[in-house]
């Protein structure tokens, strides 16, 4: 719609470049333990499982209490020792849930070494006879040794609990096959996490989707199933350096300016994966620390040593524990570049398959918007048109697909005067059609209260101004006629300028000068007189007519419009022939943009 031009109100477009914030939709995880040695555990006997359990908490107590008797020389504490196993067992035998396998038998197996260690160092180094450098020899030679006995044992037990190569193998095989039958976005985001769940077991996993335009909009605060939404600012470095990084990288590791890296490495994240296809980047996968990590190791490089002097030399080396190993090896960083070469692709379809559904879920809205809006347009027309002796009312109304604001009534006056309405709704749709029964009704109860034209307006426009949704308006011409002399009189908020046509084919214009309703409240309306003689035609349009377009993308104009009126006569055979002219200007196979209203008055 447009603003009549006599209107005070200036619109002003400013233009430049749009600035769009990525959204990503995020999907976390927690893993609460690694699950594949407690499967494992389901498969071997229940008996085995136990005497592994006892023998590791026996070793532990047994080499606690050779230490003390080291230590305090005291080998009367042995005597305690059957004590310490028994509680030791009880405890054991009344603990619901069990450690996992792969940490039951490393343990067991690492304290064997570790305490057997310490007594052969003591029994070597407890004769009188033995030199300082046999004693630091020894040392030395425990310290180098025992990593790589540790390493070993680990490496055996991690082959038979943990996932064998072959495993590994079958597993993303299947992830695979099952991407090549799965459009559904929620299905392989699901899959992709449960993959990375059984493969790499990550303490925590965030999936950062990319979204499209339509889902931003219809998730900006996220829900509970797919989590929240995450908008990064649009100079954030990590969109660029993202897209330029085809492999996982450490995050503590990132040097970027970038408030997201910032939490993320507050958060205690491990590594970050983008996910790209095509040269656009889809997503970002983040990982926290593994739960199966190794089991603590014992250095060989001396990060704690104790030396005590105890009536000889060394008496007793303690070799430091360094913090449980967390990285993420080679092989695993294998498995993620696989994974996100086979998800990629699948996660860019399924998202292209979502924003088909969803603009077919807009599009059925839409239609039912459209049908609702024209079928409230259609009620609050006037059905019959009043009986007027010596006057001929003709309205026209031409609805767009997508249905505007027009409406045009008639309003018949106690004392025999009638009131000729046109008027155009800012917007489309059902929110238009609304604003448009509002106005209308307004409309109707304050002309009945034998107002002026212009102090109609300034109550509707006060009511309207109150009520209507931000933004929204209506432009409105009202006449009041006198059907007895032909004398009018009008006021304009904001309406496209009335025309009146005179017998000898001269065109002139009404203005009257006024901002449309609801736009300012305590507007005032100026009002204007007219007379219309025998033959003489008012017309009251929309600016559907002179701002429709051909396919040159020409405007039909007020020239044109001007030149129909003083070619074609007056009445209905006006109303005709500037309809036949509109059509004869847009050819065929015009999308009509807007609403077409028209409403002539003739004096026959």
């Known amino acids: 719609m447009s603003i009549g031009s006599d209107s005070p109100v200036s619109c002003h477009c400013y233009m430049g470049r749009v600035r769009v914030m990525p959204v990503f939709q995020v999907s976390s995880r927690i ?31 047994a080499g606690v209490f050779a230490i003390a008797v080291v230590l305090l020389h005291a080998e009367w504490l042995w005597v305690l020792l059957p004590a310490g196993v028994s509680v030791v067992v009880t405890a054991i035998t009344t603990r619901a849930r069990p450690h996992p396998l792969g940490a039951l038998l490393l343990t067991t197996c690492v304290a064997f070494l570790y305490f057997g260690g310490i007594i052969a160092f003591e029994l070597v180094t407890e004769s009188p006879k033995t030199a300082e450098v046999i004693v630091a020899a020894t040392t030395l030679t425990a310290a180098v040794v025992f990593e790589p006995a540790r390493a070993y044992v680990q490496g055996v037990l991690e082959q038979r609990l943990h996932l064998r190569d072959d495993e590994i193998t079958r597993m993303i095989e299947g992830f695979t096959s099952s991407l090549r039958e799965e459009i ?52 954030d470095v990590l969109i660029t350096y993202a897209l330029n990084t085809p492999e996982a990288v450490e995050v503590n590791q990132l040097q970027l300016d970038s408030p997201t890296v910032q939490s993320w490495q507050a958060d205690d994240v491990e590594l970050m994966l983008p996910l790209a296809s095509e040269g656009e980047l889809l997503g970002l996968l983040l990982l926290g620390p593994r739960l199966n990590a190794p089991a603590p190791k014992i250095s060989w490089l001396f990060n704690v040593i104790a030396v005590l002097t105890v009536s000889g030399p060394f008496r007793l080396l303690v070799l430091g524990l360094r913090p449980p190993t967390r990285e993420y090896a080679p092989p695993d960083r294998a498995i993620l570049a696989t994974l996100a070469a086979q998800v990629a692709p699948a996660l860019r379809v399924a998202q292209m398959v979502r924003a088909q559904q969803a603009q077919a879920v807009e599009r059925a809205r839409v239609e039912q918007e459209l049908r609702t809006a024209q079928q409230i347009q259609r009620t609050f027309l006037p059905q019959d048109i009043p009986a007027a002796p010596g006057w001929q009312l003709v309205p026209a109304y031409q609805p767009a697909r997508e249905v505007g604001g027009d409406f045009y009534d008639f309003l018949p006056i106690d004392d025999g005067r009638l009131g000729v309405v046109i008027g155009d709704v800012t917007g489309k749709g059902v929110p238009a059609a609304l604003v448009m029964v509002a106005t209308r009704t307004m409309l109707r109860t304050a002309a009945q209260e034998n107002a002026s034209p212009g102090a109609v307006f300034a109550r509707v426009n006060a009511m309207l101004a109150a009520d209507v949704p931000a933004g929204m308006f209506a432009t409105c011409f009202y006449a009041l006629l006198d059907l007895g002399s032909g004398q009018i009189r009008f006021a304009n908020a904001g309406h496209d300028l009335p025309y009146l046509r005179h017998v000898n084919g001269s065109v002139e214009e009404l203005r009257a000068t006024g901002t449309p309703l609801g736009l300012l409240p305590g507007s005032c309306y100026d009002e204007g007189e007219a007379l219309l003689t025998t033959g003489e035609t008012l017309l009251l349009y929309t600016d559907g007519l002179v701002e429709a377009h051909n396919p040159e993308r020409e405007m039909f104009g007020l020239p044109r419009l001007r030149a129909v009126m003083s070619r074609d ?8 022939a500037l309809l036949l002219e509109l059509r004869a200007f847009t050819r065929i196979g015009w999308e009509q943009e807007d609403d077409v209203t028209l409403v002539t008055v003739h004096r026959a």
């Open 569 to 576: 006569g007056g009445g209905a055979a006006l109303l005709d």
């Open 184 to 235: 559904d976005l929620d299905q392989v985001r699901e899959r992709f996490l449960d993959v990375l769940q059984h493969l790499l077991q990550p303490h925590t996993m965030s999936l950062w989707l990319r979204t499209t335009a339509q889902d931003a909009s219809g998730q900006e605060h996220g829900d509970a199933e797919h989590g929240a939404s995450v908008t990064l600012a649009d100079t």
């Open 31 to 61: 893993v609460q333990s690694d699950d594949r040695p407690a499967k494992r555990v389901s498969r071997t006997r229940r008996r085995s499982y136990a005497i592994l359990r006892y023998i590791e908490g026996i070793v532990m107590v």
